[in-house]
């Protein structure tokens, strides 16, 4: 003998509505499973660049000679970072901003290279006289934020571009304080670097086209 239930209008919708949860509950499940190592980054990034404004600390320049690159990153003692006095967010936000700011001798580069016993000049493209802080987080033309940093070994200078853009949209945009910025690129853009995504420095160097060549 067979039974067979019957169900009422309201009881088929609510069966309806459990399966459509279930549904739902599983998809989000494995939209959070495959989105983990996304999100995580997203965290570990906020933690590492809050919005919350703070004084900005940068260490002192002790050191005129013998600079060292040291795995991409410059020499503290030679290289510490520095800024304009008093930028602010409003200033660096407005577009054409670096252009109006940027002042570096050809007499200044070469004291850089020297400091870093490094030839001058160098192969075109092969090294660019950065500013540690750049000009777009407000950091200023002085010894004290620039080094001779080469495109090769990666990380390079393209990297480095990547982060510094990656940070100046967020400051601009209010995700990031201007005095964390500026604090944690002097102190190691590496680590901000490595914890980008793959898709989202691609698609930073593909709207941010270098002006170097691809060196072999």
């Not at 599983?26 to 703070?54: C, D, G, M, V, W």
Request: glycine share 4%.
């Amino acid at each position: 003998m067979i039974m067979r239930i019957r169900f009422n209008t309201n009881q088929e919708k609510l069966l309806l509505a459990i399966l459509l949860i279930g549904i739902l509950g599983i998809l989000y499940s494995f939209y959070l499973y495959s989105h983990q190592e996304e999100f995580r980054i997203k965290s570990e990034l906020a933690a590492l660049l809050p919005k919350e404004e703070r004084e900005l600390q940068l260490l002192e320049r002790t050191k005129e000679k013998d600079c060292q690159i040291q795995v991409s990153l410059p020499d503290k003692d030679c290289t510490p970072g520095s800024v304009f006095k008093n930028i602010t967010k409003e200033e660096i936000c407005v577009s054409g901003y670096t252009k109006t700011v940027r002042s570096v001798s050809t007499s200044l580069r070469k004291k850089v290279f020297a400091e870093y016993k490094i030839d001058y000049p160098q192969p075109y493209g092969s090294y660019e006289v950065d500013h540690l802080i750049p000009l777009a987080l407000g950091g200023d033309n002085s010894i004290a934020n620039l080094f001779p940093e080469a495109q090769n070994p990666y990380p390079g200078f393209k990297e480095k571009d990547v982060v510094e853009n990656y940070l100046h949209e967020e400051v601009c945009k209010g995700n990031i304080a201007l005095s964390v910025a500026q604090e944690q690129i002097a102190k190691d853009w590496l680590s901000i670097y490595n914890k980008l995504d793959s898709l989202l420095v691609k698609d930073y160097k593909d709207r941010y086209k270098s002006w170097a060549p691809d060196m072999e």
